[in-house]
């Protein structure tokens, strides 16, 4: 049996999980693999996880996030996809450049390596050289430290972009062995109401398409609105060849993700991982989570928050936000509504109409003109009415230009990114920045120390001399206007330890009125949340009264 004591590590060879989908996109196998990663933690395992994404972008940097929804900055300062969020706010287990591969970041090497001439003249083909490159990925998250190795595929089964990535896990599964790696197919059972039951054919049918193509799973998860009776199970063992305990269902949670793990942990899905790769571990220690999910479905206190953005129609646009008030509204009992309100209705139809009655107000991060002037009306009613108020990036910079606007009457301050000959840019790009003339992966990314001050609310908040933060951004606080802010009662609580940049700001005596340059969503987990959304829950709920 696969051993697990620290001091064996050094020989020990990790084993793989590999989770595809099937039927249709969306069915949730970032937190399905979120999901495994953290049970099997629970258990005492080293884990890693990892993203494969089947789109040619090298990353998704400069992506839509109409598209493709929030881009997750892991601590290395990658830009990633949105499911990296999920692996580590489920395990806590920090993601790396190497957890994320799309095919464009995989030919690119490729092609660097045919350039160079490192395949001394051979013909360049998907295999083996593609595939290749692609285990040469999945093994890069597989050292010596880690038990077991996630890998997800995205993409559905049969999707042409896809299969590269299935053939080479389809290698990888042969040449590590059985009992040291597993396929793990989420598929879709789907309702159909006309008829009044389910259907086990789409599943049948994706799990066909894998064994077409060398691929067998070992586990299928099914998703489902409604529970799935025996008939259910055992037809879709019979005709997706797997055993009838491997067949696993996974329905619509009542009230939050975070019940997910659970409820695969009480159909033994975890005990069945285990048992297939031939590891032995402890029993789970879930009580902490357990304890959070009562919170969540007990809460008896609620409040209503506004976030205003640009992206606002696509809910991922902005997921580890939502996510981050939900942790956040998770440690007070208190269950919290979001308001979401594109920015231009702000500028259309006044602050007043579209934030009347809400407890606080968060201003995302984003990038480009449009809806500023929406989001500026909204901070200035947030000030004005002493209503909570959180900044992220973006809203730490509209922040600033509504302050130097309205307060320290600097007729039409904005950001050298709006409008290159202001007269007054309150934000500016930063120096390093000047020469980049690439877009992708070349912002300031990544964590960043930041030193903050005696006696302010960020000190009060996370209580800490220092913190580390992630960043996504080209501009800064312009610091020619430092003297003139703190003239009109702006306090620069937060700074670069060498002073040279402002990390974060708030407006002493105002209930709560807090902005950061960085992106503290991507630091909060369920059972942990972040200091500033912590702190901004606790002042919409005194706000409530």
């Not at 799990?207 to 879709?236: T, W």
Request: hydrophobic residues 40%.
């Amino acid at each position: 049996m696969h051993k697990i004591e620290r001091k064996q590590r050094e020989t020990t060879v990790a084993k793989h999980i590999f989770i595809t989908g099937g039927v249709v996109s969306s069915l949730g196998k970032g937190i399905t693999a979120a999901s495994i990663g953290m049970l099997l933690k629970q258990r005492g395992l080293s884990v890693r996880l990892q993203k494969l994404d089947p789109y040619i972008n090298v990353d998704p940097g400069t992506m839509s996030p109409f598209q493709h929804g929030e881009v997750y900055v892991t601590v290395d300062g990658a830009e990633t996809d949105l499911d990296l969020g999920h692996y580590e706010r489920f395990t806590g287990i920090y993601c790396s450049r190497d957890s994320n591969y799309t095919t464009g970041k995989i030919y690119n090497a490729v092609i660097t390596k045919e350039r160079r001439g490192d395949y001394l003249g051979a013909t360049v083909q998907v295999i083996p050289h593609i595939t290749n490159e692609i285990k040469d990925a999945i093994r890069s998250i597989a050292s010596d430290d880690v038990d077991i190795a996630i890998t997800e595929i995205g993409g559905t089964a049969g999707d042409i972009e896809s299969l590269p990535f299935l053939e080479a896990i389809r290698q990888l599964y042969l040449e590590a062995g059985k009992g040291n790696a597993l396929f793990i197919h989420l598929t879709l059972v789907p309702y159909i109401r006309a008829a009044g039951e389910m259907k086990t054919k789409p599943a049948q049918q994706s799990a066909s398409i894998l064994r077409s193509i060398g691929i067998q799973p070992d586990i299928l998860i099914c998703r489902c609105e409604h529970p799935m009776s025996e008939e259910h199970f055992r037809k879709l063992a019979l005709y997706c060849n797997v055993e009838r305990r491997a067949v696993v269902e996974e329905k619509d949670v009542q009230h939050s993700i975070y019940e997910v793990p659970l409820e695969l942990h009480k159909q033994g899905l975890d005990n069945l991982v285990l048992d297939l790769l031939k590891v032995q571990a402890r029993q789970p220690d879930l009580a902490a989570w357990s304890r959070m999910i009562n919170a969540v479905t007990s809460a008896k206190k609620n409040v209503e928050i506004a976030v205003v953005g640009k992206y606002i129609t696509l809910k991922d646009s902005y997921k580890s936000i939502y996510e981050a008030i939900d942790h956040a509204g998770f440690a007070h009992h208190t269950r919290v509504t979001v308001r979401r309100v594109d920015a231009e209705d702000v500028e259309k139809h006044g602050a007043a109409k579209l934030l009347a009655g809400i407890h606080g107000l968060l201003i995302p991060g984003g990038f480009g003109t449009r809806g500023i002037e929406g989001k500026l009306l909204a901070i200035e009613h947030a000030r004005t009415r002493r209503i909570p108020y959180l900044g992220l990036c973006l809203g730490m910079q509209c922040a600033v230009i509504e302050f130097a606007r309205n307060v320290c009457k600097l007729a039409g301050a904005t950001s050298e990114e709006f409008d290159p000959k202001a007269r007054h840019q309150v934000i500016a790009l930063m120096l390093d920045q000047k020469s980049v003339t690439q877009m992708g992966g070349t912002m300031r990314l990544g964590q960043y120390p930041c030193v903050i001050r005696n006696h302010t609310l960020a000190r009060a908040l996370h209580r800490a001399a220092c913190i580390f933060e992630r960043h996504r951004h080209r501009y800064e606080f312009n610091n020619e206007y430092l003297k003139t802010f703190e003239k009109h009662g702006m306090a620069f609580s937060g700074m670069s330890p060498d002073g040279k940049l402002v990390e974060i700001i708030e407006l002493p005596g105002h209930p709560f009125f807090i902005a950061t340059q960085s992106h503290p969503e991507f630091q909060s987990q369920p059972t942990r949340p972040h200091p500033l959304f912590r702190g901004f829950i606790a002042a919409a709920l005194k706000h409530k009264g």
